[in-house]
């Protein structure tokens, strides 16, 4: 995603969770495998756009199967699932499956297609950013002087980024896709951080992965992906030319292991850690986007743009930890 939905469950930290004892090991752990997990599946779902899935249909996909693997988990879990209760419920319901599984899915497919992924992911992560702007001129909440730091920085590596001394190189499409994925994670976020709910946050997340397929089916229809022969083997492209895959097995990939599993690794890491350090760790993932990008899709990044990537992902830590006051923007890392 950003790690959220990357790429992302929706302000887990505002829900209640389980007392038991801490372990920042294993919360490390796993938020390592969620995020790796994520990365990987930058590249099947780039495969699977390759082999003719749009971004649309492909985000549908995404969402509807997600929703069917949680629905299922939270029929078989111990809390009973019921409907959102009154109109502010509902609307933070409808507003966490739009903002932070439909938009952020949707756009981040369009940016992945369209730049190296390691860049279509930082866009995206840098959220955060938004956010602390967002506190600090519209909530009046008081925030470190950091904050002006962690803008600059990242400004300043965007420019590097987009190398701007040579009219802006990369795709313009791919680059408003990326900044309109950072809006709507970073619009997710602060709704979430301003709600309260008494459901488990898989219950919450379900729903919301619920709201986004009926969304995109709405939209595009899940049927579109049988317009594309999902029996044909397709080539995993770059460096793995020589093999290939069904694209049934890619899409189920997608789903299960690219979605699912880092989804519950970073939500059982919330057990050890808190969001903000969740959130963190998980700036690994435009890192481990660069390093998939240059060894999977031999993406050749300058140095200005390593040291560009560099320096954004320092303003987005300081971002992260620039405000003050209790409610913090404690979000985990986001589902990409």
């Known amino acids: 995603m950003p790690t959220a939905l990357r790429d992302g469950p929706p302000a887990l930290a505002t829900l209640p969770r389980v007392s038991r004892a801490r372990q920042p090991r294993t919360g490390y752990l796993l938020v390592g495998c969620g995020a790796l997990l994520f990365v990987l599946n930058a590249g099947v779902s780039r495969v699977i756009q390759a082999a003719g899935v749009d971004a649309m249909t492909l985000t549908t996909v995404r969402c509807t199967g997600t929703a069917v693997v949680l629905m299922a988990f939270a029929l078989l879990s111990r809390d009973r699932l019921r409907l959102p209760r009154g ?5 933070v319901v409808l507003g966490f499956g739009l903002t932070g599984v439909a938009a952020v899915q949707y756009f981040y497919f369009v940016a992945i297609g369209r730049l190296p992924v ?26 470190r002087n950091r904050v002006w730091l962690a803008i600059g920085l990242s400004l300043g590596g965007l420019a590097l980024v987009a190398q701007v001394w040579s009219g802006l190189t990369l795709d ?11 809006v709507s994670l970073a619009t ?5 951080e301003h709600s309260v709910s008494d459901e488990s946050p898989l219950h919450v997340i379900a729903k919301a992965f619920v709201v986004a397929a009926v969304f995109w089916n709405l939209v ?22 020589g093999l290939s895959a069904p694209a049934w097995l890619l899409v189920l990939w997608m789903v299960l292991l690219g979605t699912v599993a880092p989804f519950f690794a970073e939500l059982s890491a919330l057990r050890h850690l808190t969001a903000t350090e969740v959130t963190v760790v998980g700036m690994v993932e435009p890192v481990g986007a660069v390093i998939l990008g240059w060894l999977w899709f031999r993406e050749a990044l300058t140095f200005a743009q390593v040291c560009g990537i560099a320096l954004v992902l320092t303003g987005i830590v300081l971002a992260q930890t620039a405000r003050t006051a209790a409610r913090r923007a404690e979000t985990p890392a986001t589902l990409t």
């Open 87 to 91: 109109v502010r419920e509902t609307a």
């Open 118 to 143: 390691g860049i279509a992911l930082l866009l995206e992560f840098t959220a955060p950013v938004l956010v602390a702007l967002f506190a600090r001129f519209v909530y009046r909440e008081p925030v």
């Open 172 to 182: 313009t499409v791919g680059v408003l896709a990326g900044l309109a994925a950072a």
């Open 188 to 192: 997710y976020f602060l709704l979430g």
């Open 220 to 241: 595009r229809p899940v049927s579109g992906l049988f317009d594309t022969d999902l029996t044909a083997a397709r080539s995993l492209g770059g460096a793995l030319d």
